[in-house]
């Protein structure tokens, strides 16, 4: 078992920058793959990013493309998502998920989740 918490949501104006950790308890999380889903209000949960286990290989939805980057410290059982030039259309609750060791891009090919932190961006 996995345990995920999220934290580094809140309140930002349109520009700015935010980075969201999601910290793994339980087994070694360094043979995890992680990945960041968001979920806007009345819309279906949507893949953001993803990174493979060892950190080598990661993946961006189109819409966060050059302003989002997803990193890990297996060190410290953390995946990060540092989000730049934030627009409008990015407030969402934001989802830390994890699963053994690929990418995948579906949520529901993860198996374990975090409680959500709400990310909300001002015009």
């Known amino acids: 078992q996995v345990q995920l918490v999220e934290s580094g949501g809140g309140l930002v104006q349109a520009g700015g920058s935010l980075r969201l950790s999601c910290a793994a308890s339980?087994?070694?999380?360094?043979?995890?793959?992680g990945a960041w889903f968001r979920q806007a209000p009345g819309k279906e949960r949507e893949f953001v990013a993803a990174?493979?286990?060892?950190?080598?290989?990661?993946n961006y939805a189109d819409s966060v493309k050059g302003r989002f980057t997803i990193s890990r410290d297996n060190a410290k059982n953390t995946v990060y998502l540092q989000m730049n030039s934030l627009k409008p259309e990015d407030t969402a609750v934001y989802y830390c998920?994890?699963?053994?060791?690929?990418?995948?891009?579906?949520?529901?090919?993860?198996?374990?989740w975090g409680q959500g932190t709400q990310v909300t961006v001002s015009s």
């Open positions: 998920a994890a699963r053994d060791w690929s990418i995948r891009l579906r949520d529901y090919e993860y198996d374990y």
């Open positions: 339980g087994r070694t999380f360094s043979s995890y793959a």
């Open positions: 990174i493979n286990w060892s950190g080598g290989v990661t």
